[in-house]
């Protein structure tokens, strides 16, 4: 009987659907605070040249964060209602009362069999009074399930709250903190990769620039950046150009193409911050080549010709007679474009890759050139890598970068190609 009853019970729950709505209304505000935090800070580096020495300096820190939080009272209301409750209710009602007045009747009619019908077997039918208690019965077994299924649906309705506090983040203000010094390893980075690695004690170390593979952009403490302030950046950029020009050896301005000429005197630019008077006459040497390639007008790169404000200005002041793209036949003159010096051509390729500011690389079919962009360009925009463009541009013999060594073309206009 008690498994009976559960299972009635729980049939009834669920024929009576309860809908549930939760809101929440904040409260006052009880208080505001600072919550402290630490959290993991950075690498900080300070670098210094005595050539052929650069000191390094690098400190860790942390972050120490102070989180404002204002602290609210907050009540979660959850509301539950049964829209059915009432219908089924009433009319549990209506039909249990429809039962009693029914069955009450049932004793007022006759309890005689009805000899109106007869079955096959001789017998009258069951008496008015019988058909009238069993139409009460029916009347009942509707009426008590809908008042069971209405009363458990109002008992289940309801409000209930739930008070809480709360916490709001209003601000934070993040200060460094916790300054040390770093002992370890730290590797210089380059754009090809590691360059050298130079060993700190307690932040404080020395990189020989004679030992280095070539120059680097970024120190880093196992995958760590260091982060240099600007003046930093530059010395570190400044003793990077004064080891490439070491690489280079000493050479005379009067035999290097014009592209080469004008990267060292890039790099001598750049390396006379740390190194000052010693780049000084060769400096000054190099700047009387270029002035005297652009007087003279000596072929190459620094040529002056005609300004020029579209392609259609420069393919008709410059009339260039060589078509460089993927399939061309003029490509096979690039293998010896010594013998191009001076010449106008029009280049249509792919943006390969940019190796510094004013060199870049295009990709002209299964052949690679080097394409030298003056300061003061006539053209907007960049072009990125894997950008279509077409330019024309005056050919200007060799250049090496690193390990690639390219024919060099000086671009007069460029703009991508459709």
Not at 1 to 7: E, I, Q
Not at 257 to 265: E, F, M
Not at 340 to 356: D, E, F, I, K, P
Request: hydrophobic share 40%; aromatic share 6%.
């Amino acid at each position: 009987m008690k498994r009976l009853g559960v299972l009635l019970m729980t049939s009834l729950t669920a024929c009576a659907p309860i809908e549930q709505a939760v809101r929440t209304e904040r409260g006052p505000l009880l208080r505001s605070f600072t919550r402290p935090m630490v959290i993991e800070g950075g690498l900080r580096g300070q670098v210094q040249v005595t050539w052929p020495t650069l000191d390094v300096q690098v400190t860790e820190h942390d972050l120490c964060r102070e989180v404002s939080i204002d602290e609210y009272a907050e009540e979660r209301i959850t509301e539950k209602t049964a829209p059915a409750a009432g219908a089924s209710f009433s009319t549990g009602v209506a039909a249990t009362l429809a039962a009693a007045a029914i069955f009450g009747i049932s004793f007022l009619v006759s309890n005689s069999p009805d000899t109106t019908v007869i079955d096959t077997t001789g017998r009258f039918g069951p008496p008015p009074r019988t058909v009238t208690q069993g139409s009460a019965l029916i009347a009942l077994g509707i009426g008590l399930p809908a008042l069971a299924v209405g009363g458990i649906a109002f008992l289940r309705t309801g409000e209930t709250i739930e008070q809480r506090r709360v916490e709001q983040e209003t601000g934070q203000k993040d200060t460094e903190c916790h300054a040390r010094g770093v002992t370890g390893a730290i590797r210089l980075v380059g754009s090809r990769g590691d360059v050298g690695a130079v060993t700190l004690t307690e932040g404080l170390g020395h990189v020989d620039g004679t030992t280095l593979k070539g120059g680097f952009t970024e120190l880093a403490l196992g995958d760590r950046s260091v982060t240099l302030d600007e003046a930093g950046q530059l010395t570190v950029d400044a003793f990077s150009a004064c080891l490439a020009l070491e690489a280079e050896g000493a050479r005379a301005p009067e035999s290097l193409g014009d592209g080469d000429l004008v990267n060292r005197a890039d790099r001598m630019r750049r390396c006379k911050a740390v190194r000052g008077e010693a780049v000084l006459e060769p400096l000054k040497a190099v700047d009387d080549e270029l002035s005297r390639r652009r007087e003279t007008g000596t072929p190459g790169a620094f040529v002056r010709g005609p300004q020029v404000a579209s392609f259609e200005e420069a393919v008709s002041a410059y009339a260039p007679r060589l078509t460089f793209k993927a399939g061309a036949a003029d490509l096979a003159r690039l293998d010896s474009p010594d013998s191009l010096n001076g010449q106008a051509v029009v280049m249509q390729g792919v943006v390969s890759s940019g190796l510094t500011e004013n060199i870049g690389v295009l990709q002209l079919g299964e052949r690679e050139v080097f394409v030298f962009i003056p300061p003061k360009r006539s053209w907007g925009g960049d072009f990125g890598n894997g950008a279509r463009v077409e330019a024309v541009a005056v050919m200007a013999g060799w250049q090496t970068v690193g390990e690639k060594t390219l024919p060099l073309a000086r671009l007069v206009f460029m703009r991508p190609a459709f």
